[in-house]
């Protein structure tokens, strides 16, 4: 499997931190939102979030140099998937998931609240971008991911094309979730533009992304 490379704003980048030595620092944020905030998850003795998923999915952290300010975790269509088991139950009757090497599932994810507006919005925005950056590198063209219903009209709006499989229904910890996929293939050329807007990447990737807006510049031109 190939691995991330990592992009930045500003002072943030956003990195594949398994097997260094960033990774239990995340795997303590992680801790932090979705055991001692939300609830989702009973407390660890250790402090750190982790689970079978962990050892065969790719973990995505947004970092500075004050530490991890936001996660991700992507797990490749030849593995299991908590939505085929954990949340099989937000999916519509005869709603069937897809696997393979063209998808994958995303969870995890989640931003600092604790940062100002602006942090929040940038370390969002990075992992916004990986998850396409991701995708690309892998042939992957369906996300699958579960959401609260609030959260996927956000989505919308921005402007990911996404697909709703199921209704919003209560989990066992009383959140309100619905389940959906992001569906790659239909993404505006505007949109991923706008993803990338102000982005550093290594210059292998610079050239792939000037390349597309080269041709998307291209294509829109009237005449």
């Known amino acids: 499997m190939a691995h991330f490379f990592p992009i930045g704003l500003g002072d943030m980048l956003v990195d594949r931190v398994n097997g260094t030595n960033w990774e239990i ?3 303590k944020f992680r801790h932090l939102v979705f055991r001692e905030q939300l609830n989702w998850v009973a407390p660890s003795v250790d402090g750190l979030d982790r689970d ?4 065969f999915s790719d973990n995505l952290a947004v970092r500075d140099t004050q530490g991890v300010l936001g996660s991700v975790r992507l797990t490749h269509g030849t593995r299991p998937f908590m939505i085929e088991r954990e949340f099989s139950r ?3 009757p005869g709603e069937s998931i897809s696997k393979g090497e063209s998808a994958a599932e995303i969870t995890r994810f989640a931003v600092d609240k604790r940062a100002s507006p602006q942090r ?8 916004y971008l990986s998850l396409l950056e991701w995708s690309l590198l892998r042939g992957v063209k369906r996300m699958y991911f579960v959401v609260e219903p609030v959260f996927y009209r956000h989505i919308v709006r921005m402007g990911f094309p996404v697909v709703p499989v199921g209704v919003p229904m209560h989990l066992d910890g009383g959140v309100l979730s619905m389940a959906g996929y992001v569906d790659w293939p239909q993404a505006e050329p505007e949109f991923i533009l706008g993803l990338r807007k102000g982005i550093k990447a290594p210059p292998e990737r610079s050239r792939a992304w000037y390349e597309f807006e080269t041709r998307h510049a291209a294509a829109s031109m009237p005449f």
Do not use: V
């Open 90 to 92: 937000l999916l519509a």
């Open 120 to 127: 929040m919005r940038e370390a969002g925005r990075l992992l």
């Open 52 to 55: 079978e998923y962990d050892g």
């Open 25 to 27: 620092d995340l795997l």
